[in-house]
């Protein structure tokens, strides 16, 4: 019976696989058809529902992920990955036990058969399965039992393939005891580690039905059959949902039910616990949001993604996050036009200060909660001799930007400066150099010896009338000099001064923004930009794939050590992915209705615009860590790589006790007022 469960959690992630990778994910892309069937089957009261089209092999010659995957040199290493893979697992299982060559026989093709065809995955609520689990497992698993009114399946179109799927599940049939085995696969049960819960596996001419919930079976094969009328795609709400994401060519859709999931889970636990799950909602804002709907697509033969979160138009609880001003063309005119990698938002700080403060308030009738968070508040500004409200609420405003620009030097990442909108000049410049001076205060300074100097110091110097402030390290092999400025229009800052010096030149000579640029890369906003991403793709996989045949030496040399017989030969060149690249970028809408929000992949591989706009915020570290580890002080210990971001417990703690500090050097700057 142990092998029961794992057949289980096999089923149960394979359930969450399909709603995971829906809506930005592999599965239906590039797509080819989508299963009408499917929105039939699916309940209309769904409360999550998750769709992919079958797979295509792509179309040699099209533009972006059609022709990538019918490009020559990508085919064969998909076919290389797949044979290293194989031969690793029938090398694994060969001398195994019966049940493991079972399954390294069964497994990698039905795996892969299943990842080619058309399905969904839907999750809905029985009021009456749920009364009845109460009555008869309650005293075994509590109030939880009402959640056993969940029901749900997983359906998979076999089309041609649907024979061979099912020989592969036949084969692992027999690692189920003989009187357990169903024949032709009709309702195969596979009982669940939990009181009164089962998975059957059904299968239905081409279709694989795997099922959770009584009746389940039943009902999916009456809508598989055209027998049932209604179906998901009859619900007004859903209807409307999708129709503001669709897309000629559509791979994905996934629907979240967020009013029927809260109003389902309040009535399934009853009693106090429905109360608090109805009060938690209500306090964090979440039942001001009807649904979440997301559908990914091609696009001129790109991967485009879009989302849409009903809200009507409210802002408060959760939802202040998206309270922000509108970005406006002169916030971006501020960034280089010749930037290849932009990032805009806009929050609300001041208001997300007081919804966090408001729910802290509400999740503590006695008040206690409150107090605590008030005195943390004014121990904080005490330390700092800033007031929340008064300096920094009152000097700097809701949009942020960062981008880099190669006029200024940069290689994709490698220039960044940062920037916070200024609300109030005057006030601006006070709090900025009431932070300084703390910043100041927090550096180590001198700790070498007589026989050799090192230390971190703040340094300032004069530059086209600004003052920047720089970290500077002495001694310790740290490549970062953290840099920071304000102007009247923005709080700065950036790895280097250099990028600072670079851009207060570009804003003195006045020349064209981004805002001049952004009307051809991204579609036109229908309502308040919220965000705006862009990476000018061919740049950033020019300079990315120049370190891939060396760091995928070392990859496929690990693979190799490890048995997986796969080698450098096998990964793609640059002119197999170039041609098929186009500009990434990302937008989010607040429209009267609620958040909009399109995104364009950077490659036509999905996540990977996800995955590069999260470069520029996680490189720092990787590289302090590397320069941490063949440094010879340890990561941690050097007060160098401490002073990269300083944390709040390290200011408070050396404002009460400031460390030694050395007077800046004056040296002569350069005259730069022409």
């Known amino acids: 019976m142990a092998f029961f469960p794992g057949m289980a959690e096999i089923g149960i992630v394979v359930l969450m696989l399909g709603s995971s990778l829906s809506g930005g994910g592999l599965m239906g892309l590039p797509p080819a058809e989508r299963d009408a069937a499917f929105l039939k089957t699916a309940p209309?009261?769904?409360?999550?529902?998750?769709?992919?089209?079958?797979?295509?092999?792509?179309?040699?010659?099209a533009p972006g992920i059609d022709g990538l995957m019918a490009d020559p040199e990508i085919r064969a290493f998909y076919q290389a990955v797949d044979k290293a893979i194989l031969t690793m697992i029938e090398r694994e299982t060969a001398e195994g036990s019966p049940e493991e060559q079972i399954l390294g026989k069964a497994v990698p093709p039905l795996v892969k058969s299943l990842l080619m065809r058309p399905g969904c995955v839907y999750v809905r609520f029985d009021q009456q399965a749920a009364v009845k689990a109460v009555e008869d497992l309650q005293p075994v698993i509590g109030a939880a039992a009402g959640l056993l009114g969940l029901q749900g399946a997983l359906i998979i179109n076999g089309g041609d393939d649907a024979d061979a799927i099912a020989k592969h599940i036949i084969e692992l049939q027999q690692l189920l005891p003989p009187q357990m085995r169903s024949k032709d696969l009709k309702n195969q049960v596979f009982p669940l580690p939990l009181p009164g819960a089962k998975l059957t596996l059904h299968r239905h001419e081409n279709y694989f039905v795997l099922a959770f919930g009584e009746g389940v079976v039943e009902k999916a094969v009456a809508g598989l059959s055209g027998k049932s009328t209604g179906g998901l795609a009859s619900n007004p709400r859903f209807a409307a949902a999708t129709k503001l994401?669709?897309?000629?060519?559509?791979?994905?859709?996934?629907?979240?039910?967020?009013?029927?999931?809260?109003k389902t889970a309040t009535e399934a636990l009853g009693g106090p616990n429905g109360q608090m799950v109805s009060g938690i909602a209500k306090m964090i804002g979440a039942d001001a949001i009807d649904s979440i709907v997301s559908a990914?697509?091609?696009?001129?033969?790109?991967?485009?993604?879009?989302?849409?979160?009903?809200?009507?138009?409210?802002?408060?609880?959760?939802?202040?996050?998206?309270?922000?001003?509108?970005?406006?063309?002169?916030?971006?005119?501020?960034?280089?036009?010749?930037?290849?990698l932009v990032v805009a938002f806009s929050l609300n700080t001041e208001k997300v200060y007081d919804t966090i403060r408001t729910i802290v308030q509400r999740s503590d009738p006695s008040g206690e909660a409150a107090k605590l968070f008030d005195g943390t508040v004014l121990q904080l500004e005490k330390e700092l001799e800033l007031n929340l409200k008064d300096d920094v609420f009152a000097s700097f405003g809701d949009v942020w930007t960062l981008h880099d620009s190669p006029s200024a030097g940069g290689l994709f990442v490698t220039s960044l400066v940062a920037s916070l909108e200024v609300k109030d000049a005057e006030k601006a410049n006070a709090t900025f150099t009431q932070l300084m001076k703390i910043l100041k205060q927090a550096?180590?300074?001198?700790?070498?010896?007589?026989?050799?100097r090192r230390g971190v110091y703040l340094e300032e110097a004069k530059f086209m009338g600004k003052t920047i402030y720089y970290v500077n390290t002495v001694g310790d092999d740290v490549p970062f000099a953290p840099a920071f400025c304000v102007t009247d229009k923005q709080l700065l800052a950036a790895p280097h001064p250099q990028a600072l010096k670079a851009h207060l030149r570009f804003l003195q000579a006045k020349q064209p923004g981004f805002d001049t640029r952004i009307a051809k890369v991204i579609p036109k906003p229908d309502g308040d930009l919220?965000?705006?991403?862009f990476i000018e793709s061919k740049t950033a996989v020019r300079y990315l794939y120049a370190l891939v045949p060396y760091l995928g030496q070392l990859a496929m040399s690990e693979l190799q050590r490890e048995n997986i017989e796969i080698d450098i030969f096998s990964v793609p060149?640059?002119?197999?992915?170039?041609?098929?690249?186009?500009?990434?970028?990302?937008?989010?809408?607040?429209?009267?209705?609620?958040?909009?929000?399109?995104?364009?992949?950077?490659?036509?591989?999905?996540?990977?615009?996800?995955?590069?706009?999260?470069?520029p915020s996680v490189l720092p570290f990787l590289i302090l860590g590397r320069v941490q580890r063949f440094g010879d002080l340890e990561f941690g210990e050097s007060p160098a790589a401490r002073t990269v971001a300083v944390p709040v417990k390290r200011v408070r703690d050396v404002v009460k006790k400031p460390a030694p500090m050395r007077k800046p050097a004056s040296r002569p700057m350069p005259n730069t007022s022409s």
């Open 296 to 340: 990914t697509g091609i696009v001129d033969g790109q991967i485009r993604s879009k989302s849409f979160m009903t809200t009507s138009g409210k802002t408060e609880g959760i939802l202040a996050l998206v309270a922000g001003r509108a970005i406006k063309p002169s916030d971006l005119a501020l960034v280089p036009a010749d930037s290849d």
């Open 443 to 452: 550096v180590p300074g001198d700790y070498g010896n007589a026989n050799r």
């Open 573 to 615: 060149s640059a002119r197999a992915i170039l041609p098929y690249t186009d500009n990434a970028f990302s937008m989010t809408v607040r429209t009267k209705d609620g958040i909009y929000s399109e995104s364009q992949s950077i490659l036509p591989i999905p996540g990977a615009s996800t995955m590069l706009m999260q470069l």
């Open 530 to 533: 919220l965000s705006v991403s």
């Open 44 to 61: 209309a009261d769904s409360l999550l529902y998750a769709e992919w089209a079958e797979r295509s092999t792509g179309k040699s010659g």
């Open 245 to 262: 994401v669709a897309m000629e060519r559509t791979g994905e859709v996934s629907w979240l039910d967020v009013k029927g999931i809260v």
